[in-house]
């Protein structure tokens, strides 16, 4: 472990670094550029807490006399408060200005260390940008921004390991760091056995007296709080908020969480706890004498926090550590992991899932088994696999010229052949659509602009000859069965027909789900431009009119809430019309891609019906429609600018030609019944316009 650890870190990358180009070095200057500016908003988060609420932070009594444990809001151990409480005598604005510059700094030193001690072979563009975007992520991470705020040591702790493995060239000055970290962060004292198991005895037992003796030091200075801390509440357990908080992403949280209590919940915590420690470290110490030094540490920081009684958010970093980890044989597939790990880390759960009851114990618990995955279950790559250095590469039919001989087709957007990893994409959907319905919600919402904007096209509507709402909503209304029919039409379809098209697509045609999805997204995403420039009051929204909402019931237009509606979504986000937009997309693909003429004929139907249900329901307008139809062709027209035509000119030796070059894959499964790549040792031979660059 000594030798990976000086190979890794010491020796580092410094020969690949130093033979960098002016391009990757530029991005490595804006890369640090954005860590600094993420780095200074987070500083002016935490420094914009007046100064008395953030002294307050520390939950510390004031001056050097006074119990730790009496409000039960401090959280760390006794040796933790003999060394912060003579901070509180400090004057609070410069104290502020140190702590984050210190806290940030810790950042920072994690992000260059961590980098310097990936496993060697490192292409020159992962030596160069690694520290930099990690730095970046970690700005932006939860634990970081929650280890900002005052009292909160979680990010040093990190940085002490970190230190002793990949830069004290010492093996007791390295356990005398780790022995810090374990003082202030007592799960850390598992990293001991990982020393002892991997060879470095004296590192381990110098970290186990260190911790001794600073328990010891501080069982001596305040011994009522030392019996506080781990008798009374066992190691912490309690402190703070409440221990089945969502803030507590450890094991015993999560077992509180699911209504478990009492001895019985003792026990299940400890099996499970001894458990995810024994397979956790075992898998640890074989990457580690894998020469995957950083990711051995990584996993057993994620076992401290999920096997310690209070393992708390600000504690998780090690999850993002473990994004040195790669995972896939499949080019295509070693996005996942780091992606996925990357959206755990700083989107809140409830981004990442829907908030349905069935799904609460995941999304309550997406850190935690974010770490336990990494500890435990995720099957990253020894470097002796055949994958380790050149995965399976990705399939790319030869590009085809676009008509428009001005626009150059990107090269990131070429049309992939193989089918796309599910995971990756159910992530990209449920992020995106979530970033969506944030974004529409936050659209201006000015009642005066909306309802000036809605007589505004009820005007053009007239001079066009189109203001046919009225009667159409008057006459669906007189008529109950046909009323019903578009109420169940609005209402049903929208998000069921282009989720079960994209399905469809993905698992029988996958060179065309991209193209499909793409096109959806980016007419997505100029709606939302237009939500934000053009808020728009639909037909049941103006007042005067005398319009039916047949789907909301009635609405009271002197309530400018508008009921319930209001806290679902922005009334106001009416231009261009999505409802339409979508089923016209919809219509497109089916009318394009579908076999059969009857599918090509429901298909056509599925737009008109729309366009009838939101006109009838007075929850659009037709010009509304009008501008769903521009979206939606501006998002086919990008695609075809940015990767060219659908269909590929040339084929792929054994792909078909045609519109059916890429369509059908081999009958047994996603990976064409072979897995995800060849056997090892079993040749893959591409083209050369189809090899990943």
Known sequence: MANAAEHSGANGHAGVIGGSGSRLGAARLLLWALAGALAVRQAAVVLSVPPGQWLSGFHLPDGLPGSLYDAGQFTGTPFAGLVLKPLVGL???SLEVAW?????LFVAAIGLVAARALPDPVPRRTALLAAPVLTALMMVSLPVREASSPGQTAVLPVLLVLLAVFRVPGERPAGFLIGLAAALQPALLIFAPL???TGRRPTAGAAAATFAGATALSWAAMPRDSWTYWVHHLAGTGLGGAPDSLANQSVHGALLRLGLTGPAEILLYAALAAAVAFIGLRRAVRYARDGQLLLAVALTGCVAVAVSPAGWRHQLLWVLLAVAGKVGRRAADRPVWPVAVVLAMTLPSAVLLPNLAALAPVRDNVLLLAALAAACAVPFLPRSSPYWREPVPTAYGKPAAAR???????????????RPNLLLELLLIRVGYSLYSHIRAAAPTSRDLAEGNGSQILGIERVLGLDIEHAVNHAVVNTPWLEAFFNFYYTSF??????TILAVLYWRRPGDYRWARASLGLATVLALIGFWLYPLAPPRLMPGLGFIDTVHGPQDLANPSYGAMTAISNQYAAMPSLHFGWSLWCGIVIVVLAPKGWQKLLGALHPLITVCAIVATANHWVLDAVGGAVVVGAGFGLVYALSGPRRLRTALPGQRTGGEA???EQENGPDGGRGSGPEPGQELRTPAVARTS
């Open 91 to 93: 004057a609070a604005p």
């Open 100 to 104: 984050i510059s210190l806290t940030l």
């Open 195 to 197: 020393l002892w198991l």
């Open 404 to 418: 428009w001989q001005r626009v150059p087709l990107l090269p990131f957007w070429r049309r992939v052949l193989s």
């Open 494 to 499: 929208h998000f069921v027909v282009p989720l």
């Open 662 to 664: 890429h369509e059908k």
